[in-house]
């Protein structure tokens, strides 16, 4: 089982749909959670942090955590085609110093 | 604020060369991570530098190695090159260890034919 793993993509949504983007992660400790998107050719920027079980709202953004279900979840409101990229899911293990673990992204398709 | 800079962009080597990347974390942060990301295997982490010390280390053999200058700066090495080391090395910074989001840099895209 890998460390964090993600919807094999890739995704494709109509422009204005809801894109819901999931992630599972194995180390039932680990505290911090993040999102990044990364154009192609582009270095990963991070859109989402998520430390606590519910929803965190930013913008057209939602990260989702439920540490139970060991799933962390980012819906994307209102598509644009802009949002058209890779989404990262990343687990910063227990006690691990700055250390991030990856999924392997989904990738996202906004069509007008 | 300006972001995270590295340093060369773009890289071209030969199997066996050594090569030396550079990165300058944003102002105030004190902490880097190296990350490799290659098709295969994704986005893995290198190491992780806090006040010139290797703090964590990822699961790569010794060719690959690092430091860290009392301005923050940070350095990676990679020894004796081989075709497989050919990937996008991605430096990171934070604020310090215990704060977890880390922000990227552009990234250096190294070639070893």
């Known amino acids: 089982q890998k460390e964090v793993e993600q919807n094999s993509g890739p995704l494709s949504v109509p422009e204005g749909a809801i894109a819901s983007l999931n992630c599972t992660y194995s180390d039932r400790v680990s505290q911090s959670f993040f999102w990044y998107r990364q154009y192609s050719g582009k270095s990963p920027e991070l859109i989402m942090s998520?430390?606590?079980?519910g929803d965190k709202e930013d913008g057209r953004f939602t990260a989702q955590l439920n540490k139970a279900s060991q799933y962390v979840s980012l819906l994307i409101r209102d598509s644009q085609p802009s949002d058209s990229a890779t989404y990262l899911c990343?687990?910063?293990?227990?006690?691990?110093?700055?250390?991030?673990?990856f999924g392997q992204g989904t990738e996202l398709s906004v069509k007008p | 604020k300006a972001g995270v800079t590295q340093t060369p962009r773009y890289l071209i080597k030969t199997r066996g060369q050594q090569v030396t990347l550079s990165c300058s974390p944003i102002s105030g942060h004190r902490s880097v991570s190296w990350y490799q990301q290659t098709p295969g295997q994704g986005l893995q982490f290198l190491f992780e530098y806090f006040s010139e010390t290797q703090r964590n280390k990822g699961n790569f053999p010794g060719r690959f190695s690092g430091r860290q200058f009392s301005n923050s700066r940070s350095e990676m090495n990679v020894s004796t090159l081989e075709l497989g080391d050919s990937a996008l090395y991605l430096c990171a910074s934070s604020q310090a260890p215990s704060v977890y989001e880390q922000f990227f840099g552009p990234g250096t895209r190294l070639t070893v034919l």
């Open positions: 990343a687990v910063a293990p227990y006690n691990q110093g700055g250390k991030l673990i």
């Open positions: 998520i430390y606590s079980n």
